[in-house]
């Protein structure tokens, strides 16, 4: 009886003690790790909205890029980080959508292993080729790819799982065409592949080649994936302007924490989120880069993801894509 009594005594000061310390967060810097290289679009929105959170939480937020198997090392990182909301994560619609149904050993479970926080940013792809190719418009894509005897028209990404992968394949599908995809570690390897002449198109998140685009000296845009047209290249139609087929594609990126983080904790990191997606130095930020501030969060962001789910499942098993 009285070691029954000591033991509830002792898990009733362990909660009280971890609600108490739960209550006090943050007390010291928050990891956020980002798992792609850097200076692609996961790292940009990564870095803008961590330093933007870090007056709302009074702590800073230092990003950690562990890149590797299209995101899944990092995620990986994040589900078995101890759920203290000191370790979080800038998942995409790769990591949480695509991966399980592409790589046969997932490192998670990304309904399951993680807690949504807040939807950062969504931006429409684009599809980019050398500023001296031949490739005028996105109906000579086609009729070069259908006409290519022996060589397939090579495309890179940001690697196998991407929005921009999946984008490729969807494109294949609503065109009728074949394509050969190369994978790159990032925007950072791909770009210069496709300047240097190694891959005939590139497709990449808008934010990381709106740069190059906007130079025009390199590279140049054919479209963009989105419904409507970006505000930050407008006289760049989308794909199915172009008429060679429907497509509304739009890559995301999201914050995540690892499952069984305590509610006050996630509720401080969503209302930083929130607020820090409302100041005007990161819209601005991001109208620049082409992408749009998210606004989902928690259970919205879960449901979210729930249909991308259904939506990329789907392609991946029609189109039999696999990450080998």
């Known amino acids: 009886m009285r070691f029954t009594l000591l033991a509830a005594a002792c898990a009733i000061?362990?909660?009280?003690?971890?609600t108490a310390h739960a209550a006090d967060y943050p007390e010291r810097p928050v990891t956020l790790i980002v798992p792609y290289p850097?200076?692609?679009t996961t790292d940009i929105a990564a870095r803008t909205v961590a330093q933007a959170m870090a007056p709302f939480l009074g702590q800073p937020l230092v990003v950690d890029n562990r890149a590797g198997a299209g995101g899944n090392i990092g995620m990986g990182m994040?589900?078995?980080a101890q759920p203290d909301g000191y370790t979080i994560g800038m998942g995409t619609i790769g990591t949480q959508t695509i991966n399980e149904f592409i790589y046969k050993d997932?490192?998670?479970d990304a309904e399951k292993d993680f807690t949504p926080l807040a939807l950062v940013l969504t931006t429409p792809n684009v599809i980019v080729v050398r500023a001296d190719s031949q490739l005028k418009s996105m109906q000579d894509l086609v009729a070069y790819a259908k006409g290519s005897k022996g060589k397939p028209m090579t495309y890179g990404s940001p690697g196998i799982g991407s929005s921009v992968?999946?984008?490729g394949a969807y494109l294949e599908h609503i065109a009728g065409i074949e394509m050969?995809?190369?994978?790159?570690?990032g925007v950072a390897a791909s770009m210069p592949a496709l300047i240097g002449g190694q891959i005939d198109v590139l497709l990449d998140n808008l934010p990381s080649t709106l740069g190059q685009l906007k130079d025009g000296t390199r590279v140049r845009a054919l479209a963009v994936t989105s419904a409507e047209r970006s505000p930050s290249l407008p006289d760049v139609p989308t794909v199915t302007e172009s008429g060679i087929g429907k497509m509304d594609v739009?890559?995301?990126f999201a914050l995540y924490a690892p499952a069984g983080i305590p509610g006050n904790v996630r509720d401080k990191l969503i209302t930083a989120a929130q607020q820090a997606l409302r100041t005007d130095a990161v819209r601005e930020q991001f109208k620049a880069l082409g992408a749009v501030p998210g606004n989902a969060t928690g259970r919205e962001l879960a449901r979210f993801e729930e249909q991308e789910r259904q939506r990329w499942g789907d392609l991946v098993k029609t189109r039999n894509i696999t990450a080998n």
């Not at 000061?13 to 971890?18: C, L, N, Q, R, S």
């Not at 050969?180 to 570690?185: A, C, G, K």
């Open 38 to 40: 850097a200076g692609g």
């Open 78 to 80: 994040v589900k078995r």
């Open 180 to 185: 050969l995809h190369v994978p790159f570690r």
């Open 106 to 108: 997932m490192p998670y």
């Open 13 to 18: 000061a362990t909660f009280v003690a971890g």
């Open 165 to 167: 992968h999946l984008t």
């Open 250 to 252: 739009t890559a995301w």
